[in-house]
């Protein structure tokens, strides 16, 4: 049998004390396309790190092409011809496709200068090579976002690279866009390189992968091939190997079933595709689908972020229309972002100021006087009733963990007494703690009659706290459950997934 | 929780280190004017004479700079406050010549400044022009405007009371310009941290994206800072015209720099979000101070720009890591 392009074994890693990768093998054949999956927290990412010398790990052994080797730095990562492919992608829009795959190591003339003929020369072979429509003088800015990844896989290939890594790379891809990069995969296969693919579509995966590895709570679970481990099994692996479980608590619906947000037909440009759904007064509704299958982008349109191309929206029956997130406050909306630290909070300024920020002109006289110590007042009473873990409400926001800067986003808005509070990933990068303290309080906030609606990719979480679950594909609802008869987090792993 | 007290700790001392840098300025200017004091005693610096005579040179700029304040604060920036003054020294000096009156002249003056201001404004929020762009070439277009309304002619002020009310008077032993920073410098002061405008204004150069998921109208907010830095520029343009009883277009040259200066010597954070008003003046005040010590020292200009220059240059980065760490 070949040598395996890479060969790691007895990987392990460990933050503080807390073991994240235990004893964790994994081997990849030369042209081989190997999916690497598991939940939130099981380990990939920091098995991606250390393979590409982000990380180091604290024992286990790299081998390429059967030679051991040692990845410190991302460097020594190049040098072995390893690779990864972002999910934010690291080009620079003002330069053009050439430019930015020999950034940093330009081909140079004898007299020390640029050699742009040879960049560009390089550059067209390679992306002759690849089959993918593109000159090298385009500037990265006008092209699309598929192109920009083709262009990524171009910087890879010229470095001569052997292992690639890719993950998530169709998020943020149209259909067509990806039907493109399959087919770019298959050519790269041909020529020997070998990839890891990172993804949570099961479609895709089973499309385009040879075998597939699971990680669960840091340990290898199963690799085999992709023709003998069907769907049903992956999903049970990876839903049974959960880092957090939540236990679901039957909760009396506070409101009276009245519907206080409609949405019909709802469009954007923005990949919404006719959304409809009803939230039920002390409802909390949940949100599930795969990354850009319309999430997000619903509680971005209700808030007035995207402007909405089509359909309808009513408060309490009323129409209702949001043109901008002030409007959106208006209505008695509220949202903690997906974003907490580039969308939620002013990070250098003060605890304070951040949670009174949107209600600002309610603690204000006439001409615009802020009544301070009202703000104060308000501030630290927030701070206790959420119990924030701060010296002060003077503190700077920055210095303050995940977990507390996550709920002074809380904080901010519920001092503006919204009525629709809606949560766009909510417990994304806090610790156990505080995740158990903020589904606690989505909870409460319910219990007290605020309406709710939660985006998240944490299936567990999902169950944990909603009353209805929605299904979201292709900027649509496709499907909605209720709670109480999900009976696992496979069926609804299913729900997303089998579309 | 062992990495809560540690944290803690290092917050302590953060903190403390912090205080000292955001004071960097007062001590830095406590310092030079205590130098000067001490080592030119015995010529006449600390006269109360030379001392208006600091307030007087500086008040402009201070003016200037209360209001660049807040365009900074709002990660803006106004580069056309120099050439603004310029253009409004002339146009309430021609409303007086051609019999408006004082009440005309105001208008004359404080409309150029606003209407300047507001364009700015309006081009840096609907057209999505940087700022620095927008008032570089606003600069040009004032500047321009000035020379060619009179053919770069001076226009001569006979009226006595709009030179006194604006520039030249002096209300017992304190200039009239004085009177006017103090108002300006309280009216910037109290706006920037006792109203939900000037909330808003730091938040949204704290974090823009932050600041309009928070409800913020973040256009306007800044159109209204560039409107305002373009009527104070206005008004600053009238008392170059009331000091020196005439409309020049060679009034404010170069402003734009000390004003600037003032603003980030004054601890005002040059990535927005951080602003202080009596900061500002403070450094615009030390910026005259320095000025007026070099030239009784008797240094020649080309001395007294080295000295200043490496002056700013230090202060600023000290004061820098409280902003940026």
Redesign the interface.
């Known amino acids: 049998m070949a040598v395996p392009a890479l060969q790691m074994s007895g990987i392990s890693k460990s933050f503080?004390g807390i073991k994240v990768l235990q004893d964790v093998g994994f081997e990849l054949l030369r042209g081989e396309v190997h999916a690497l999956m598991g939940g939130n927290g099981a380990g990939k990412s920091t098995l991606m790190k250390i393979l590409t010398g982000v990380y180091e790990m604290d024992a286990g052994q790299i081998r390429i092409d059967g030679n051991e080797v040692k990845i410190q730095t991302p460097a020594d990562a190049e040098k072995h011809g390893i690779s990864m492919i972002f999910q934010e992608f690291s080009l620079v829009p003002t330069l053009t496709v050439a430019q930015n795959i020999f950034l940093g190591r330009e081909p140079k003339t004898k007299a020390g200068f640029i050699d742009d003929k040879q960049c560009t020369e390089l550059t067209r072979r390679l992306l002759e090579d690849l089959e993918v429509d593109m000159k090298p003088s385009d500037l990265v800015a006008d092209l699309g976002v598929g192109f920009w990844q083709m262009t990524e896989i171009a910087k890879a290939l010229s470095k001569e690279t052997k292992i690639l890594i890719m993950d998530e790379p169709t998020s943020s891809l149209t259909k067509r866009e990806s039907e493109i990069l399959f087919s770019l995969i298959e050519r790269l296969k041909s020529r020997g390189i070998s990839i890891i693919y990172i993804s949570h579509r099961m479609e895709e995966i089973y499309r385009v992968c040879d075998r597939i590895t699971i990680l669960g709570d840091g340990r290898h679970l199963v690799t085999d091939d992709t023709s003998r481990l069907d769907m049903d099994s992956v999903i049970g692996h990876i839903a049974g190997k959960n880092l957090d479980k939540f236990e679901w608590k039957e909760r009396p619906v506070s409101g009276n079933g009245e519907a206080i947000l409609q949405v019909s037909g709802l469009k954007t440009d923005n990949r919404l595709n006719g959304v409809t759904f009803e939230l039920k007064q002390g409802e909390i509704l949940g949100f599930a689908g795969l990354m850009g299958s319309g999430r997000t982008e619903t509680l971005r349109a209700l808030?007035g972020?995207d402007a909405w191309t089509d359909g309808e929206v009513r408060i309490h029956g009323k129409p209702v229309r949001m043109k901008?997130?002030?409007d959106?406050?208006r209505c008695g909306l509220a949202?903690v972002?997906e974003d907490r630290r580039?969308?939620?909070?002013?990070?250098?300024?003060e605890v304070k100021?951040n949670i009174?920020?949107?209600s600002?002109?309610k603690i204000?006289g006439p001409?615009?006087?802020?009544n301070?110590r009202k703000g104060n007042r308000n501030s630290e009473e927030w701070v206790r009733k959420l119990s924030i873990?701060t010296?002060s409400i003077h503190?700077t926001t920055r210095?303050l963990s995940g977990g507390n800067q996550q709920k002074i986003v809380f904080a901010?808005w519920l001092a503006n007494a919204p009525e629709i509070i809606m949560l766009d990933e909510p417990t994304i990068g806090i610790d156990i703690r505080a995740k158990t303290e903020i589904i606690d309080m989505i909870r409460d906030l319910a219990t007290e009659g605020k309406s709710i609606l939660v985006v998240s990719s944490e299936l567990t979480e999902l169950l944990a706290v909603c009353d209805r679950i929605l299904v979201f594909h292709d900027g649509r609802v496709v499907n909605q459950y209720n709670r109480k008869d999900i009976q696992s987090e496979e069926e609804l792993q299913h729900a997303i997934q089998y579309f | 929780m062992q990495s809560n007290t540690s944290e803690a700790k290092a917050t302590v001392a953060w903190t403390r280190k912090f205080n000292w840098r955001q004071y960097i300025v007062y001590i830095a200017f406590i310092v030079v004017f205590a130098y000067f004091a001490i080592t030119l005693n015995s010529d006449g610096f600390l006269t109360s004479n030379n001392i208006m005579n600091i307030v007087r040179q500086t008040a402009i700029i201070s003016i200037m700079a209360v209001a660049m304040t807040f365009v900074i604060s709002a990660a803006e920036i106004d580069l056309s406050v120099g050439s603004i003054a310029a253009l409004a020294s002339l146009t309430s000096a021609l409303a007086l010549e051609h019999g408006y009156g004082i009440m005309g002249a105001i208008v004359a003056g404080l409309g150029t400044g606003l209407a300047i201001g507001t364009v700015n404004g309006w081009l840096v929020t609907k057209v999505s022009i940087p700022s620095f762009l927008v008032t570089l070439g606003m600069m040009g277009i004032a500047k321009g405007f000035a020379m060619w309304i009179t053919d770069t002619a001076p226009v001569p002020i006979l009226n006595e009371n709009f030179s006194y009310i604006f520039g030249s008077g002096d209300i017992g032993k304190i200039p009239v310009l004085l009177i006017w920073t103090l108002v300006i410098a309280v009216i910037g002061h109290v706006v920037l941290r006792k109203t939900t405008f000037g909330r808003r204004t730091l938040a949204t150069g704290g974090n823009q994206n932050a600041a309009r998921f928070s409800g913020v109208n973040v256009a306007r907010t800044k159109l209204m800072v560039l409107a305002a830095s373009g009527l104070i520029a206005g008004l600053a343009g009238m008392l170059y015209a009331g000091r020196m009883h005439s409309g020049r277009f060679t009034f404010g040259e170069g402003d734009e720099l000390s004003v600037i200066a003032a603003v980030i010597l004054g601890g005002t954070s040059l990535f927005g979000g951080v602003g202080t008003v009596v900061g500002t003046v403070i450094g615009s005040l030390m910026i005259g101070t320095i000025n007026n010590g070099l030239i009784i020292m008797g240094l020649d200009v080309s001395q007294q720009m080295i000295i200043k220059g490496l002056i700013i240059i230090l202060a600023v980065a000290f004061g820098r890591k409280a902003v940026n760490k």
């Open positions: 503080n808030f972020i901008s997130p002030k959106a406050i949202l972002p580039e969308q939620g909070l002013v990070l250098e300024h100021d009174m920020l949107p600002i002109s204000a001409l615009g006087f802020v301070d873990k010296d503190k210095l901010k």
